[in-house]
């Protein structure tokens, strides 16, 4: 089974911290995502890479930057946190560029920003 | 208009019932539809997974695709207090360019009391 591992499930921080919020997996596949989930809002993706040191921005990249220097491990960065940053933050991954494979979620973060 | 809809309910029905899940998009490019079961404070995990119209099952689980009417549906036969959760229904595109990134419904909350 694919296991995506996201390092913390609750974190609490302060406004202007720089946060970091990490996932790994251990499939081998190449592309990962990061996600926020807030009620009302649906999943949101907020940046994604399908290769090591490549990145792409999703609808929502503001505030938020990202780091993959390893295959396994995708990082997302608040550089400097705010209240509106409360919020579920989910890793995922999916195998390839093309075909029908779906993504698998880690368990998520919950993150609190005061 | 959103790509991807789902009514957000809650709907509750009671334990043995037959639960029916919609969702419809507009976006006739999608190939591939998901659902993934998300329970409370834990990720989304994928629950069935299909290409082409038409049904699809796996245990009490029925998942159709109209494709000429742009409507999924997933069934729960039996239903049991343990499939409380929130299910989201999520379509991709077929082998292009981004074709990896899914489009997900905001989900429906489902509560099956005893």
């Known amino acids: 089974d694919v296991k995506v591992t996201q390092s913390s499930r609750y974190l609490v921080k302060r406004t202007g911290e720089k946060v970091f919020l990490e996932c790994v997996q251990d499939m081998d596949h190449e592309n990962m995502f990061w996600y926020r989930q807030d009620p009302g809002l649906g999943l949101r993706l907020i940046y994604f890479s399908y290769d090591v040191k490549m990145k792409e921005k999703g609808d929502i990249p503001e505030g938020y930057s990202v780091s993959r220097e390893k295959k396994e491990r995708f990082s997302l960065i608040l550089e400097s946190a705010s209240t509106n940053q409360t919020s579920m933050y989910l890793c995922?991954?999916?195998?390839?560029?093309?075909?029908?494979?779906?993504?698998?979620f880690g368990d998520g973060t919950r993150l609190s920003i005061l | 208009q959103k790509e991807v809809e789902q009514d957000p309910g809650p709907l509750s029905v009671p334990e043995g019932a037959i639960v029916s899940l919609n969702c419809t998009y507009s976006n006739s490019a999608f190939q591939y539809f998901m659902w993934y079961r998300q329970y409370s404070r834990k990720g989304p995990e994928l629950l069935m997974y299909t290409y082409s119209s038409g049904n699809k099952e796996d245990g009490r689980f029925t998942a159709q695709v109209d494709k000429s009417s742009k409507y999924i549906s997933l069934f729960i036969r039996d239903s049991q207090p343990s499939d409380s959760a929130t299910y989201l229904c999520?379509?991709?595109?077929?082998?292009?360019?981004?074709?990896?990134?899914?489009?997900f419904g905001r989900g429906t909350s489902l509560i099956v009391h005893p």
């Open positions: 999520a379509n991709r595109k077929g082998a292009s360019g981004g074709s990896y990134i899914p489009t």
């Open positions: 995922a991954s999916t195998p390839g560029h093309s075909g029908g494979q779906p993504q698998h």
